[in-house]
C-alpha cells in the first residue's frame, strides 16, 4: 500500500472526537476509495509508463478481457536471457496505489537478470484498465490473467510463480487458494502482506479502529492460507520497518501457512514501499526459485547481486 496516500490519515488533528467520526464514516462509505487510491500519484490513470521507458524490448501491451466485461492492460515481458534453465513465468500483483507501469523496474530485474517471463497486470480501474476496483473485482481479474498465462502457447507449459506485493499478496493468497486443485501453480512470492484488511485498520486509519468491523472490504489472508493446503512453495519477504503494514502480519502468514517448502527473509531497513530495493531481495528470489521452484541445487547466482535502485521506485 502506499505510504504516501495513509500518511496523511495519520495527522495528529485526527485525535479530535468529530474529526475521528468524520473520518470513520468516511472509511465506511468511501472505503473502495481508501484502500484503492487508483488516482495516486497524480496521473496514475493516465501516464502510465511504458517498457520502452526502462530501455526494457523483448514485451507487450496487452488488454485482456474478463468475463465481467472489463478490460485490463497489461504488460508481458519476455525472458530475456536463460539464467534460468527452465521456464518460468511470473504472473505479478501490484500495491493498491499507482499503475503497472510504476513496477516495470522490477519486472525488468525478473525478466533480464533472472530470466523469468513476467505478466504484470493492472486491476480494473487502475491505470488503463476500465471498471472500478473492489475484492470480488479483484479476484476476477487476477483469474483471468491466470487463465491467460494457461492458454498463452509460449507460457501454458512454463513453471508459474505468483507474486504480490501488499495488496497484491492478498490477491495472490486467494489466487492460489481458488486454484490450488489445478497443480500448475509452483510457488508464490508474497511481500510486506497483511492479515485482513479490519485488522490492518487500526495501524493505517486509527480513528477507525472501533468500527473495523463495518469493513467490506475484508481480504482475509490469514483466513484464506490455512485453507491452502497443496504443497505449493512459498517465500515471504518482510521489510521489518514496513510503516504500512506491521511486520507481525507477514510473520503470523507464514507461522500459520501448512506448506512443507517456506522461505522466511527479512530485511531489517525495508519499508513498506522500498523493501524491493534492499540487498539480497532478488537473491532471495533467485535462491527460491531454483531449490524450491525448479528443484535444483542452489550455486551462486551467475550474475553479480542485482537490485533495483531506490531512485527508480515511485513514492
Known sequence: ???????????????????????????????????????????????????????????????????????????????????????????????????????????KVLSESLGCNVLMLEYRGYGLSTGTPGESGLAIDAQ???????????LRDTKLVIYGQSLGGAVAIRLVAENQTKGDIAGVILENTFTSIRKLIPTAFPPAKYIARLCHQLWPSEEIMLGITADVPML???????????????????????????????????QHNDTVAEPGYFDAIWAFLVQDVLSEKVDNHPLESVDVSKDELWS
Not at 487508483?38 to 511504458?50: H, I, K, S, W, Y
Not at 483471468?144 to 509460449?154: C, F, K, M, P, S
Not at 520497518?241 to 531497513?269: G, R, S, Y
Open 236 to 270: 515471504f519477504l518482510s521489510g521489518l520497518k514496513d510503516e504500512i503494514v506491521p511486520a507481525h502480519m507477514m510473520k503470523t502468514l507464514h507461522d500459520i501457512c501448512k506448506v512443507d517448502h517456506k522461505v522466511w527473509k527479512t530485511f531489517p531497513n525495508g
Open 144 to 154: 483471468t490473467a491466470l487463465d491467460y498465462i494457461r492458454n498463452h502457447d509460449e
Open 1 to 107: 500500500m502506499a505510504a504516501n496516500f495513509f500518511s496523511y490519515l495519520r495527522l495528529p488533528v485526527l485525535a479530535s472526537s468529530g474529526l475521528a467520526a468524520l473520518g470513520s464514516g468516511l472509511l465506511y462509505f468511501k472505503q473502495n476509495e481508501i484502500i484503492y487510491p487508483r488516482n495516486l500519484p497524480a496521473g496514475a490513470r493516465t501516464d502510465v509508463p511504458q517498457p520502452k521507458d526502462f530501455q526494457i524490448e523483448n514485451s507487450e501491451s496487452l488488454q485482456l478481457q474478463t468475463p465481467d466485461n472489463e478490460s485490463l492492460h497489461a504488460y508481458f515481458l519476455r525472458a530475456s536471457s536463460i539464467v534460468l534453465q527452465q521456464n518460468v513465468t511470473v504472473l505479478m500483483f501490484h500495491g493498491n496505489a499507482g499503475n503497472v507501469g510504476h513496477r516495470l523496474p522490477i519486472g
